[in-house]
């Protein structure tokens, strides 16, 4: 497929969003000369802030407060909100009618000749992604990236040159349209596999399945880096028609991969093994964020960058958004932003973080997953918590007067982030860490993840 196709065809955008991808989606079709309808059930104030992003595009209209079954018949290609399921009523409509159906993934897949990265997992893989793109920069690659927490996709086809390389996020949503498409990266890079959407897929093996797609149609000779220190990883391992190249945080990989000796990180090939840095070097906090540098480290170790380089690029990245990110420090307190461990998993990683005694905001919407792993984790390590309420918060709780003696606590249970930062505040002192790390999603009192952590940051920033 190339751009020029797109030239007069009428697409329905589903889903114009607030992260991003679908005023990305807009601008880049309305620059290929497509006609455009992006409907999409929010309204117009509720999507005010992504409509001003658009003012004055070209040959795009806009449908708001419902989806109309003729903007999905009467069309040349749908693409869909990678949130949406392709059982959605007017997917299923498209489908029935020959009428394609992509998401931007797939499109980006189909449009670009680049060499592909993508990363993939359950927790890790914005980080991993930010790491990898680090390195590259440092070794003067040409370099884009996509996906990357809120940064959208098909406009970055523009600043594609020939020797461009692609770091691509890739979530299971997104994987969902290239198993469609039977298209996989070149190099894929899986970080792990935890419970996780499962208020989206049926099972954690339907979940699962969406993962693998980022290796099941690449080719002999590319590369599937993956996490040799995770179990579920280890059942899809036959799967992987490509070349295997492993990181480990818990044993030395014998053949191809990164790991961990002697309180280093090294990376080993066919011909040599070489020390990349030691441990007590890194920024990041978390032995999860380990596992992130490994799993860069051995794609990078593939690409034949210099270990030097690769040390650089590693120690030049400060973080992400939303991932253990350090608002402020304020009466010898400090503030932490994890709004990101929307999973019980990585709320548990960001807890185990710290040695410092923790004043933890977590809780709120629900996505069926088991959250007793993280009351006995609360019930052991945390000083103190504020619960966001919602869904999830109400079965922490359940599971927490398991875990200790007193069955008739009282618990703190806000519908702010301003009560939630307020509340911690009191209970926090000097030497403490406030740790926003939710383990649930947003939904309810955020838009999303990313809005529960900038109000959060917001707040502690105006902390008097």
């Known amino acids: 497929m190339n751009i020029i196709d797109l030239k007069g065809k009428k697409i329905t955008v589903m889903g114009l969003g607030l992260h991003g991808g679908g005023v990305g989606t807009v601008k880049f079709l309305s620059e290929a000369g497509a006609c455009i309808i992006a409907t999409d059930i929010k309204s117009k104030e509720e999507l005010a802030l992504s409509l001003e992003k658009l003012k004055g595009i070209k040959n795009a209209s806009f449908v708001l407060g419902q989806h109309r079954p003729e903007d999905f018949i009467k069309t040349d290609l749908v693409i869909k909100n990678p949130a949406v399921s392709w059982n959605n009523k007017y ?87 290239l198993g469609k498409a039977k298209i996989s990266p070149q190099i894929s890079v899986i970080t792990n596999i935890y419970p996780d959407h499962l208020n989206y897929y049926k099972s954690m093996d339907e979940y699962i399945a969406d993962k693998e797609n980022i290796f099941l149609h690449q080719k002999k000779n590319d590369i599937c880096v993956i996490n040799a220190d995770s179990e579920l990883l280890g059942k899809s391992r036959w799967k992987i028609p490509s070349q295997i190249v492993e990181f480990s945080r818990e044993k030395i990989i014998s053949d191809s991969g990164a790991f961990i000796k002697d309180g280093g990180i090294y990376f080993k090939n066919s011909e040599n093994e070489n020390k990349i840095l030691d441990i007590s070097e890194i920024k990041l906090k978390g032995g999860h964020n380990q596992e992130n540098i490994l799993a860069a480290v051995a794609v990078a170790g593939m690409l034949g960058i210099n270990s030097d380089i690769i040390k650089k690029g590693i120690l030049s990245f400060s973080g992400t958004p939303h991932r253990l990110e350090l608002v402020r420090k304020s009466d010898g307190v400090e503030y932490y932003n994890d709004s990101a461990a929307t999973t019980p998993e990585s709320a548990i990683s960001g807890i185990n973080s710290f040695s410092a005694p923790i004043v933890l905001i977590c809780g709120g919407a629900n996505k069926n997953l088991d959250v007793s792993i993280l009351a006995k984790e609360i019930s052991k390590k945390v000083k103190s918590v504020i619960f966001l309420a919602g869904e999830s918060t109400d079965k922490i709780i359940e599971e927490l007067r398991k875990e200790i003696e007193n069955k008739n606590a009282e618990f703190k249970i806000v519908n702010s982030m301003e009560q939630a930062v307020e509340l911690a505040r009191q209970e926090a002192r000097s030497g403490d860490a406030v740790l926003l790390s939710p383990g649930a999603s947003s939904f309810g009192l955020f838009v999303n993840e990313f809005d529960r952590g900038d109000q959060f940051r917001e707040i502690v920033k105006n902390l008097k």
């Open 91 to 177: 997917i299923k409509l498209a489908l029935d009618k020959k009428i394609p159906v992509e998401m931007d993934s797939s499109l980006f897949f189909k449009l670009c000749e680049n060499k592909i990265i993508g990363v993939t997992g359950t927790k890790g893989k914005t980080t991993t992604a930010g790491l990898i793109y680090a390195i590259l920069k440092t070794a003067k690659k040409d370099t884009v990236e996509a996906g990357i927490s809120q940064t959208s996709v098909l406009d970055k086809l523009k600043n594609l040159k020939k020797e461009t390389l692609v770091v691509f996020e890739l979530s299971s949503w997104r994987l969902s349209a």
